[in-house]
């Protein structure tokens, strides 16, 4: 049970941030020749998650990816993705990656992307459907998943 709660969202990205900092510890080719754009890139991440994160409190219902959602969020970011937390977590990814000036850690998207569609973005997709039936169908054929 403690799993739950230790497998969420933000701890697997903070595992792939600790992860590419290890590498680039070893190989830094950029040196910090691009530390402001990652930040940028990081800093636009976060108030993505904010701006989520207010349409989820408007619609009062949970954020928590394992828990049973009582309203479908349609407003504010939902209305361009279906995931914009997810997606602000893979931009804030790339941005550590160009912050620490190693080009190559870039390749720890592609893991983390695998984690995030099977550990959250799939199940969530289930139990959304599953909750919300015919109106989160109807959403899903609206708006991306992605962008």
């Known amino acids: 049970m403690i799993f739950r709660w230790i497998n969420l969202p933000p701890v697997w990205l903070f595992a792939f941030m600790g992860l590419a ?23 636009a991440s976060l108030l993505l998650i904010i701006w ?12 928590i990816p394992h828990l049973e959602p009582n309203a479908l969020v349609e407003t504010g970011p939902y209305r361009y993705s279906r995931n914009p937390i997810y997606v602000a977590d893979l931009a804030i990814l790339a941005g550590w990656c160009i912050s620490l000036g190693n080009p190559f850690a870039l390749g720890l998207l592609f893991p983390f992307y695998a984690v995030l569609l099977g550990f959250f973005i799939r199940p969530e997709e289930e139990r959304l459907k599953t909750h919300l039936g015919q109106h989160y169908v109807d959403y899903c054929a609206r708006v991306r998943r992605w962008i």
């Open 21 to 43: 900092w290890w590498i680039a510890q070893f190989y830094a080719p950029l040196g910090d020749g691009l530390l402001w754009v990652g930040r940028a890139l990081i800093g």
């Open 52 to 63: 989520a994160a207010l349409a989820f409190h408007r619609a009062r219902t949970t954020i």
